[in-house]
């Protein structure tokens, strides 16, 4: 391959930063993936919450039922919000991996 196909060759944006930016961009976007732990901590919450509505001393009190009905409220407020933050999240990430690592013809998805 000579130099004139390596110019037009995109090989995105790492192709073209210096050795130390580069790898700082790879540990960003590493450090930036989605994880399972957004929605572990959403649920834990709910956890919680059910099992304090589960125990006698909640049944027993009206206004603490009451508040604990308003807590589980706001905690589903909570989820909804938080799966539509994580989509968002998602699909920002992919956009700005496609950046740094845009696809080659041949690549599988």
């Known amino acids: 391959m000579d130099w004139f196909e390596l110019v037009k060759e995109d090989r995105g944006l790492v192709a ?3 050795p130390k930016q580069k790898k700082k961009i790879k ?3 590493q450090a930036a993936e989605p994880t399972e732990f957004m929605g572990q901590e959403v649920t834990k919450l709910t956890d ?7 125990l006698d001393l909640v049944k027993s009190d ?3 039922r009451k508040k604990l009905e308003k807590y589980d409220e706001s905690n589903l407020d909570l989820v909804a919000t938080a799966s539509k933050l994580r989509k968002g999240y998602e699909t920002l990430y992919n956009q700005l991996r496609t950046v740094v690592y ?4 041949g690549d599988l998805e």
């Open 102 to 105: 845009p696809k080659k013809k």
């Open 16 to 18: 073209k930063l210096e």
């Open 62 to 64: 009206k206004v603490l």
């Open 27 to 29: 540990k960003l976007l």
């Open 48 to 54: 919680l919450i059910s099992e304090m509505k589960s």
